[in-house]
C-alpha cells in the first residue's frame, strides 16, 4: 500500500475593515473572498469588524477584493468606500 502525501502551506490571515453594518455584509464579504483561489474558509466577526481568513492566497489580493466591496482595511475609508458597502451589503441580503 503506499499514499502520497500532500502538503499545503495554509496561512491565517486576520484583517479589521470598515463599513461593516448587519449579516448582509457578513454573507456578500464571505462568498464574494470563498471566490478566490486557495481561501479555504473565511470567517467574519461583525462587532469587531474583523475577517479571519485560512488558505494558501495572496493577502494583497484579499485586501483588494475588500476595498473593491467597500470594506478597506481600518483607516483607508472614503465616501465612495462607504457606497460601495451599501450595495454589497444589499446584494448579501438578497444571497442569504
Same mark, same amino acid.
Request: aromatic share 0%.
Given at each position: 500500500m503506499s499514499f &502520497? +502525501? %500532500?502538503f499545503l @502551506? /495554509? #496561512?491565517i490571515m486576520k484583517v479589521q475593515v470598515e463599513n461593516m453594518k448587519c449579516s448582509g455584509c457578513i454573507t456578500s464579504i464571505k462568498n464574494e473572498l @470563498? #471566490? /478566490?483561489p486557495g481561501v479555504i474558509s473565511v470567517d467574519? &466577526? +461583525? #462587532? @469587531?469588524s474583523e475577517v479571519t481568513l485560512a488558505g494558501e492566497f495572496e493577502e494583497n489580493l %484579499? +485586501? @483588494?477584493k475588500l476595498d473593491h466591496m467597500g470594506y478597506p482595511v481600518v483607516g483607508h475609508n472614503s465616501l465612495m468606500k462607504k457606497a460601495k458597502s451599501y450595495v454589497s451589503c444589499? /446584494?448579501?441580503k438578497i444571497n442569504k
Open positions: &502520497d +502525501l %500532500i @502551506k /495554509i #496561512e @470563498k #471566490e /478566490i467574519v &466577526d +461583525l #462587532e @469587531k %484579499i +485586501l @483588494k444589499a /446584494i448579501g
